[in-house]
């Protein structure tokens, strides 16, 4: 099982800009052939510090964190629908105040320990608490609780929360991790393999400066055929396109360089492995609202106002793309402030 990452934007952050924007995928014709047995081998720009789910939202740690670690619920991948992960099925109160998530059974860590719901409501509640980049997702998230006799999570909301779960399928959202083993390491939780214990499809087995391997957790709950990952950490741009032309590379994506995605286009190697089409993708400005002058709802509009969009797509994706602005846009369902 291989797994692509989907992000939600921070609740509560300014969206002032969003594009459609062309996204290049593509795959090393070896890997279309790929057996039981090969690994998949990809890259990373930068080097690879802490993998802990609640530390960071850079889209490459969360690559990582998916395979490593198992959500309480996730996406589909390449949809934005949320699919069953750790809890098997769910089920919303009435009133929408109260979801309450059956936990699947037998489920293990790397190390063979089985995951507990004191394992998941501990997850949660770190997730929710000081140092957290997800914490403002759980705002409306007034009690986590375990209901043993239903071997299920109880969530209980302040208000109603119409992207709940959208929120805890974000990578790293409601990601499960070990209680004894986040006590027990501290902050060095995440830092080697050994201190890396996920219930996800993947775990580290190795780590160096130059390269980290994944292998295949054979009692992960659904069945899988890629057994090994291999991402190696290669800063230069160039360096990445040599070694994805010389086959020592599976896969590229997001191609930004129009020179480059020219020439792979032509390249009769990879003709039928090119694929190309429209993505979304968002960027955004987060303001401070506590302090001078961005206290002033009429700075941060003026802000937003002040962006030329098209120019946007042209000069910061470097590529063909269509713009569009959200105005007043609020989903049913949140409080009218």
Same mark, same amino acid.
């Given at each position: 099982m291989k797994r692509w990452c989907?992000?939600?934007?921070?609740?509560?952050?300014?969206?002032?800009?969003?594009?459609?924007?062309?996204?290049?995928?593509l795959y090393a014709p070896q890997l279309a052939a790929q057996q039981t047995g090969t690994p998949l081998r990809f890259f990373s720009s930068q080097t690879i510090g802490r993998v802990d789910p609640i530390m960071t939202q850079a889209n490459f740690l969360q690559i990582l964190s998916n395979q490593i670690y198992e959500q309480l619920v996730r996406? =589909? &991948?390449?949809?934005?629908? %949320?699919?069953?992960?750790? !809890?098997?099925?769910?089920?919303?109160?009435?009133?929408?105040?109260?979801?309450?998530?059956?936990?699947?059974?037998?489920?293990?860590?790397?190390?063979?320990?089985?995951v507990t719901l004191e394992d998941i409501t501990f997850s949660l509640e770190r997730a929710k608490g000081q140092g957290s980049v997800w914490r403002d997702s759980y705002a409306?998230?007034?009690?986590?609780?375990?209901?043993?006799?239903?071997?299920a999570i109880v969530l209980r909301l302040s208000q109603?929360?119409?992207?709940?779960?959208?929120?805890?399928?974000?990578?790293?959202?409601?990601?499960?991790?070990?209680?004894?083993?986040?006590?027990?390491?501290g902050d060095r939780f995440g830092t080697i393999p050994e201190n890396t214990l996920g219930?996800?499809?993947?775990?580290?087995?190795? =780590? &160096?400066?130059?390269?980290? %391997?994944?292998?295949?957790? !054979?009692?992960?709950?659904?069945?899988?055929?890629?057994?090994r990952i291999i991402m190696r950490i290669i800063p230069d741009a160039r360096t990445q396109r040599l070694e994805f032309e010389a086959g020592n590379l599976d896969w590229v994506g997001s191609i930004l360089d129009r020179e480059f995605m020219e020439r792979l286009r032509r390249d009769t190697r990879f003709q039928k492995h090119y694929h190309e089409g429209p993505a979304p993708d968002a960027f955004w400005y987060g303001f401070n609202a506590n302090i001078r002058p961005f206290s002033?709802?009429?700075v941060r509009q003026a802000v937003a106002a002040s962006i030329d969009m098209e120019q946007a797509v042209r000069v910061v994706r470097t590529g063909p793309g269509l713009s569009f602005e959200q105005q007043d846009w609020k989903p049913v369902g949140l409080p009218n402030t």
């Open positions: 989907m992000v939600a934007v921070p609740r509560g952050s300014l969206v002032v800009a969003a594009a459609a924007v062309i996204a290049t995928l996406y =589909k &991948t390449g949809s934005w629908e %949320v699919v069953p992960g750790i !809890a098997e099925k769910w089920a919303a109160s009435p009133d929408g105040l109260t979801y309450t998530f059956t936990i699947r059974r037998n489920l293990k860590f790397h190390d063979g320990s089985p409306t998230v007034a009690s986590i609780a375990a209901d043993r006799q239903q071997n109603k929360d119409p992207f709940i779960l959208q929120k805890l399928a974000s990578i790293g959202g409601s990601a499960v991790v070990p209680k004894a083993a986040v006590e027990r390491h219930a996800g499809p993947y775990r580290l087995a190795q =780590k &160096t400066q130059t390269e980290l %391997v994944f292998e295949r957790f !054979a009692d992960f709950y659904e069945p899988g055929t890629v057994e002033d709802a009429r």
